[in-house]
């Protein structure tokens, strides 16, 4: 038996395991850590959404968030893809961590089909801590895997 024979099978499990450690749906779940109280810094990821509340998009995808309810605890929102116009919708908790915020990120496809995504779950969110500098606050931290955030590890938040 040639070598190839045996290592193939091994090298289409691997593809086909890698191929399903992902969410089942287009999603992501991050967790951060900032250095700032939760107030400021739910105000901060507030203007940001109205800053990115354009059609401005560039070269990449901050643009097109909108603002759908702000209660002080809970944010919702949502971005809309600049060429497809697919819509992601994204949920944000702010709880309280000593004098530092714990802040918990969602962000879900609309497209019930959405499998893979480039990222686009991660980068909605991603793009709106770094948009408003809070990744720059001391004890910053991000936690996320590609388990629970679609295609998280190859992201390019300048693109998508
Ligand atoms: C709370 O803040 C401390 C100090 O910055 C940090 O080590 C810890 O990971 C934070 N907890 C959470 C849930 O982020
Ligand atoms: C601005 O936000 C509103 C409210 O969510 C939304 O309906 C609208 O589509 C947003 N505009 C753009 C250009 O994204």
Redesign the pocket.
Known sequence: MNLYIVIAPFIFLHCFHSAFTFPRHASCNVEWNVGENCKSAAIKIVNQIRIW???DCGTGEK??????LFDGAILK??H?TPHAHYVDFLIITFEPNNTECAIRGLSNSGVWYAYLDQSTNYCNLHNLITGSHLDKTPHYHEKTSDSTCTQYSTANCEKY
Request: charged fraction near 25%; hydrophobic fraction near 25%; aromatic fraction near 8%.
């Open positions: 509340n354009n059609t643009c097109r968030y909108g603002l759908d929102a949502r809309v």
